[in-house]
């Protein structure tokens, strides 16, 4: 079982940045990929970011490429997301998730992780 806590969030004003934090209570082995999610009032969640614990790959959304960045921490314990040149569409809840194995095709469908954090609220004011 891993519990995954995240930290970070706030209220900033669009152009903005912020960075999010998320730690595990467990080592996370190199088959992990952690990612980032976010859920809007009245949207589903969606993927944002993530990271193969592996080889440090990275995955975006379209919606965020350029703006935000996802890395690991030394101990690979914690992932972080940088948010730069934020918009008020990024207002959201954030989830920092787990999962192992994930398929490439899916690496951004939260149905494939099976760890979750609480979450951390964002918001953007324009």
């Known amino acids: 079982q891993v519990h995954l806590v995240e930290s970070g969030g706030g209220s900033v004003q669009a152009g903005g940045s912020l960075r999010l934090s998320c730690v595990a209570s467990?080592?996370?082995?190199?088959?992990?990929?952690m990612g980032w999610f976010r859920q809007a009032p009245g949207k589903e969640r969606e993927g944002v970011a993530v990271i193969y614990i592996g080889t440090g790959s990275t995955y975006y959304a379209d919606s965020v490429k350029g703006r935000f960045t996802i890395s690991l921490g030394n101990a690979k314990k914690t992932t972080y997301l940088q948010m730069n040149s934020l918009k008020s569409e990024d207002t959201a809840m954030y989830y920092c998730?787990?999962?192992?194995?994930?398929?490439?095709?899916?690496?951004?469908?939260?149905?494939?992780?099976?760890?979750w954090g609480q979450g951390t609220r964002v918001t953007i004011s324009s």
């Open positions: 467990a080592y996370i082995d190199i088959n992990y990929y």
């Open positions: 998730a787990a999962g192992r194995a994930v398929p490439r095709d899916w690496i951004l469908e939260s149905r494939c992780y099976n760890f």
